[in-house]
């Protein structure tokens, strides 16, 4: 009984995390990217409280892309946690728990960048 809770609690999260995912996704590229380049500069601003105004731009040009691939990685990780987590649960054998995962993670994350495709060729 507390397994099927277990599963279920994981399953709800993954599907959370896949509407997270599919939500930032449906966003056109000038609206993704001012979303990354006011967290970089809220980053910036909250680490180089002194600098220079010209200083602090060029960081933000730079941290902006590092930012965005630590977004994309982190919410990727948290989606194979969450597989190994759920598939941890089953009495399979770990090769194929891995190879499952991996899977799962590779078809969504193609499945988003159709998605993405779709989104983009709309707004233009």
């Not at 099927?4 to 056109?28: A, E, H, K, M, P």
């Not at 190879?99 to 193609?110: D, E, F, N, S």
Request: aromatic letters at 8%; glycine letters at 4%; charged letters at 25%.
């Amino acid at each position: 009984m507390k397994i099927n809770i277990l599963r279920g609690v994981l399953i709800v999260l993954l599907i959370c995390t896949f509407w997270l995912i599919f939500g930032f996704s449906s966003q056109d590229a000038p609206k993704s990217s001012s979303i990354s380049k006011e967290v970089t500069k809220n980053i910036v601003n909250t680490f180089h409280k002194k600098d220079s105004e010209k200083s602090k731009t060029q960081r933000i040009k730079q941290l902006e892309p590092v930012i965005r691939k630590c977004a994309h990685f982190s919410i990727y990780m948290v989606v194979g946690v969450l597989l190994i987590c759920l598939f941890n649960t089953y009495n399979l054998d770990n090769k194929k728990k891995i190879l499952i995962c991996i899977t799962i993670g590779i078809v969504y994350a193609c499945s988003d960048e159709i998605h993405q495709m779709f989104v983009n060729r709309k707004k233009r």
